[in-house]
């Protein structure tokens, strides 16, 4: 099919094994890529997207293909980042959906910016980011948002909601609940020009003294981080997988009183009035299933939370695993865990 709009490239039987860091077969009906959001509202008024709910992908990094998707595949590709505002101390940045989000971490980073460093080489694209809030060493992505620029299909209309309109959570939005209402086209940033680094994560903490470091810069954490994450955490390019499947449980207070009790290495954290979280990585690793392995699809061997495949594994194969784990965790420690990634063509419960 030609392009009917400049700058929308459309593919039919498209493949997608190339745009899921699992790296699993997957097919779509029709794959719609779009450099200009502005164009979107003319993208839906017309075949193979009008009248559809498309199926809205990022970098491929936080989805599991358990069956083709039915719906056609929307890509936004565009990579602008604009400035907004800067009075010298902060700096807003308005960035396109399709910004790769460590190419703009280290982007922020050498325009002498900080703020979003303890989020580097997070694999995924600029506008995925907000749908499940990423957060890592102590840092969250809804800390360092100002506003999200959005389509609605149903409308045509574009909006731009402020962050309390985003209902942020832990690993969650509104973005999350209500996927097919809204097309996230770009995010709004407020960044500082120096200021103190977030050290209260203990592992940065330690890396930068192994590094002999004691007045770290955002480069710094930066590049801790990244060091910390290479050594914990297996490289999709290398092994098919989609980072932390798990989230953390949240259980109330006198759960996770209990669970301590019978299990005093457990890390258990603040989470709110009466709440705590809990480290899934623990809990899964405490019940033997760190390296465990079915065929091709299994746990990986240096973390326990990060579900890898080995080389062959479907979609099915990594989620009889995902679920394995998570009855195993259930039956030994009376908790539940829920996956990160978003799972397709298959529902998670059984």
């Known amino acids: 099919m030609s392009d009917p709009i400049p700058g929308v490239r459309i593919t039919r039987d498209a493949d997608l094994r190339g745009l899921n860091t699992f790296g699993v077969d997957a097919r779509a009906p029709w794959l719609v890529e779009v450099d200009d959001a502005s164009r979107l509202a003319d993208v839906f008024a017309v075949a193979p997207l009008a009248g559809t709910t498309p199926l809205v992908l990022g970098g491929g990094s936080n989805v599991l293909f358990v069956d083709a998707p039915e719906a056609p595949v929307l890509r936004l590709t565009g990579t602008q980042i604009r400035v907004l505002d800067d009075d010298g101390d902060t700096v807003r940045l308005s960035v396109d959906a399709g910004v790769e989000w460590h190419a703009f971490v280290l982007r922020t980073l050498d325009d002498g910016l900080s703020g979003i460093e303890n989020l580097a080489l997070i694999p995924g694209t600029v506008g995925a980011a907000p749908i499940q809030n990423i957060g890592a060493y102590g840092v969250e992505v809804r800390e360092l948002i100002d506003a999200m620029h959005v389509f609605e299909p149903a409308t045509g209309r574009s909006a731009r909601m402020t962050n309390a309109d985003c209902a942020f959570a832990y690993r969650d939005s509104v973005f999350k609940h209500d996927p097919a209402r809204y097309v996230v086209t770009g995010v709004e940033f407020r960044l500082r020009r120096g200021g103190a680094p977030n050290l ?27 060091a910390i994450r290479r050594r914990k955490l297996p490289d999709p390019a290398v092994i098919g997988n989609a980072g932390s499947f798990f989230k953390n449980p949240i259980v109330s207070a006198d759960i996770a009183d209990a669970l301590l009790s019978a299990n005093p290495r457990l890390p258990v954290f603040p989470a709110g009035d009466g709440l705590r979280k809990l480290s899934a990585a623990w809990l899964i690793d405490s019940a033997g299933l760190r390296g465990y392995r079915d065929g091709d699809a299994g746990v990986s061997p240096g973390h326990a939370l990060v579900l890898v495949n080995h080389g062959a594994a479907t979609g099915a194969d990594l989620l009889r695993v995902a679920r394995h784990v998570a009855t195993t965790v259930e039956e030994r420690f009376g908790v539940a865990l829920e996956p990160e990634p978003r799972v397709i063509g298959a529902r998670w419960a059984q």
């Open 200 to 226: 209260g994560y203990a592992g940065i903490a330690d890396e930068l003294a192994a590094r002999g470091i004691d007045a770290p810069t955002a480069r710094d954490v930066a590049d801790a981080v990244i």
